[in-house]
Each structure stands twice: as C-alpha cells, then as structure tokens.
C-alpha cells in the first residue's frame, strides 16, 4: 500500500516538508537581535508583533486562498518569508525590524493551514483519503528529518561567517527552492475557486468572536482551555531566552578560547538544538504511554503543568547563582514538558468537550495560547533589562505557578 502512493507528488509534499523546517535562524534570533543592540523588552514586542499578527491573519487565509487559488497562496507566503528573510539580513532598527516580522506572519497565516488542505484534496481526487493517517505521518517524517540537521546547519553557517545574520541570507535558499516547488503542483489542487465575498471575510472573524463566547460560557469549559494553553503560552513566551543561556555557557567553557564568541557559541547552540530536537520527539512519541500511568488526563496535565513552572523557577535560580550547566538542563525540562504533556492536552480537551463544538474549542485554545504567550513576552523583556533573565525567568516562572495554584483551589470550590 505504501508503493502505491509514494508517488512524485509524495515526493514533493516531503520535499516541501523538510525545505520548509530549515529555519537556520531559529536557535540564535535572540542572539541575532542582541548582537544589533535591541533591548529584551524590544525583542519581546517583536516576538508579540510576529504572534499577534499570525493570529490576526490566519483568521481569513482560508477564505481568500480559496478565492484566489490554493497554489497562489502558498506562492505569496514564501514570497513573504524570503523578502522577510532580505529585509532581516540588511537591517539595524527596531522599525524595519518589526516590518519583516509581519511579513513573516503572513508567510506564516497563508502557509500552515493551506498546505495541508492541498495534501487532503490530492488524497480525494486519488480516492486515498482512507490512508491519511499514513500519508501524514510518512510526509510528516521528512518534516522531522529538516528540523533535526536544521540546527546542526545553522551552527556550521555561525561558524563558519563568524556573525548571525548571515543565517537569514541561506535561509532564503530552502525558500526559493520551495516556492519554485509550488509551480509544479498540479492545478486541480486548488480545490474549487470560489468568488470572494465580503460577507464571508467579515463573517471569518465574527466566527472567531463566538468560538470564544462558547469557550467562556461554563467554568468546566473554559478550565479545560486553560487546563492546556496555560502552559503552552508560557512555554511559547519563554522558550527562545534560552539561547543566551547557552551562549553564556558556551563562553564559560576553557575549549575554542581563541575563537570569536558567535564561533563557539554556535558550537553548543548546535549540538544542545540538535539533541533537544531528538528528546523532544522522543517525549511526544511517549506520551501516551505517560498518561496510561494514571487513573485520568487531569492528573498528568496538573503535574507535568507544575513541574514545568518549577523548572523555570529552578533554571532561573540556578543561572544567577552561575550554575549555568544546570540551569540549562532544568530549561531543557520546560522544552520536554511541553512536548510530553501536547498530545495529552488534544486528548483531555476531546474527551470533556461535546464533539459539537470540538473544533471551536481547540481553535480558541490555540488563540488564548498565542495571546497568552504575545503579553508575557514583552513583560520578560522588561523585567530581564531592569535587572537580568535569571530574575525574569523566576518572576515569570513562580507568577505563573501561583495563578495555577490559585486555579485549581477555584476549580475545587466549584466542584463541592
């Protein structure tokens, strides 16, 4: 069966999979913005311009890419991405920083949902759509593949330019040759193009209004949406500060000395993204097997939620008192929590959700999440520029416990 749809447009899909994951800029954009004298808390508001706006955006990309063409759509998304890419490499200000993260954010809106859209249509139009599980996950894999050696790619470019930014500049190669890709999708993947209506724009956004209003409506609903965005927001929030963690470990290190500090932090910048990306598929892949261990999904999502704050409060501590090692495995245990607690998240909110409302649920879950995620960031900025990161990880890190812990006290009242 599998000989049967390993086809050339297999190919392509995988292709597009593993070009799109090299995102060298990924493990050192903290780094890059630092290195043009942003402050964190500007770093923050550029991490919130870039969520926002994705969020913002996605809400009528499905609308207009059936209007305009499925392929079309996804040829203006990385048309965004690599003048994005441009704009980052030739920059030095806040200004025509925060411009290329808006056009990254529509690079990102009018890809993620319309490439998978175009995977489904070609499995009906083959009369496949009972293999979609296997089709997935098998172009899925090459997806993985381009996350796992991105890193490894990216700390050779670092090494080797001696500078950041010269990552953006190869990023764009992966893009293009993506974005030539497209022109040689078949037509019929453009599903049927339908005129564009202003009704149906404007009624996109009053649909996201509702989904809320349905999320809001019981306590135990909306615990359940907090149950698993809570967590995922502050992981979102956090998750990049760890990059000059491990350039300060980096420089910490009695090896490279006469090396420039961008060469030898991108040594351990690689290695560490490499292994986590390997952990971090490991812990998801195990998930199910973790929750098994227990009578239900509330427990592990409540332990694994609260671990994971005290990780940050533990790396935050440990960094400011020098013991960056540690503070470095207890911030990798943030990145592992997420990925181990995800798929029970999905599983919980399906199982106390009524099947009706399902999709608006896990729709608002993902928008409070990026919300969530787009205010706390700028608050780290401010407070790791007042005083330092290990201070703001701490801040952040226990602010977040507490409110989960003043939660969960509410949630026992009501239930009584």
């Known amino acids: 069966m599998e000989r049967k749809y390993k086809?050339?447009?297999?190919?392509?899909?995988c292709s597009y999979g593993f070009l799109k994951n090299l995102r060298f800029f990924e493990p050192f954009l903290i780094l890059f913005f630092l290195e043009k004298g942003l402050t964190y808390f500007q770093i923050g508001i550029l991490y919130s311009i870039m969520k926002i706006a994705t969020n913002i955006l996605e809400i009528p990309t499905g609308i207009i890419a059936d209007s305009i063409g499925r392929r079309r759509s996804m040829v203006f998304s990385f048309s965004n991405y690599i003048i994005s890419f441009f704009?980052?490499?030739?920059?030095k200000n806040f200004l025509l920083f925060s411009f290329s993260m808006i056009l990254y954010a529509f690079g990102e809106a009018f890809r993620s949902g319309t490439h998978k859209a175009m995977i489904l249509e070609y499995l009906k139009i083959k009369g496949w759509f009972d293999l979609k599980v296997h089709y997935y996950g098998n172009t899925r894999s090459c997806s993985q593949i381009g996350?796992?050696?991105?890193?490894?790619?990216a700390a050779g470019i670092v090494f080797y330019s001696g500078n950041y930014q010269s990552i953006f500049l190869f990023s764009i190669i992966p893009y293009v040759l993506d974005l030539i890709l497209m022109f040689t999708y078949p037509k019929e993947l453009d599903g049927e193009l339908k005129e564009f209506n202003l009704n149906n724009f404007k009624a996109s956004f009053s649909g996201v209004l509702k989904e809320f209003a349905v999320s809001f409506k019981s306590?135990?609903?909306?615990?359940?949406?907090?149950l698993t965005a809570t967590y995922s927001g502050?992981?979102?929030?956090?998750?990049?500060?760890?990059?000059?963690?491990?350039k300060a470990f980096a420089l910490s290190l009695p090896i490279f000395i006469t090396l420039e500090s961008e060469k030898r932090?991108?040594?351990v910048i690689g290695i560490v993204y490499f292994l986590l990306y390997l952990l971090t598929s490991f812990f998801s892949r195990n998930s199910g097997k973790f929750s098994e261990r227990?009578?239900?999904?509330?427990?592990?999502?409540?332990?694994?939620?609260?671990?994971?704050?005290?990780?940050?409060?533990?790396?935050?501590?440990?960094?400011?008192?020098?013991f960056i090692f540690v503070s470095i495995i207890f911030y990798l245990g943030i990145y592992l929590i997420e990925n181990l607690r995800r798929p029970i998240g999905v599983a919980y909110i399906s199982e106390n959700i009524n099947s009706n409302i399902l999709a608006s649920v896990l729709s608002v879950e993902s928008q409070l999440k990026?919300?969530?995620?787009?205010?706390?960031?700028?608050i780290i900025g401010i407070i790791a520029d007042k005083f330092s990161l290990s201070t703001a990880l701490i801040i952040i890190s226990l602010m977040f416990l507490m409110v989960n812990f003043l939660l969960l006290h509410l949630s026992k009242k009501t239930s009584h």
Not at 7 to 13: E, S
């Open 7 to 13: 086809n050339i447009q297999f190919y392509k899909f």
């Open 87 to 91: 704009i980052f490499y030739f920059s």
């Open 147 to 153: 996350s796992a050696i991105s890193s490894l790619l």
């Open 219 to 226: 306590f135990n609903l909306f615990k359940s949406v907090l």
């Open 234 to 246: 502050y992981y979102s929030a956090v998750k990049d500060f760890l990059q000059p963690i491990l």
């Open 265 to 267: 932090s991108s040594i």
């Open 294 to 322: 227990f009578k239900n999904l509330y427990i592990p999502l409540i332990i694994t939620m609260n671990l994971g704050f005290l990780f940050g409060i533990i790396s935050g501590f440990t960094y400011h008192k020098g």
């Open 370 to 378: 990026t919300i969530l995620a787009a205010i706390i960031t700028p």
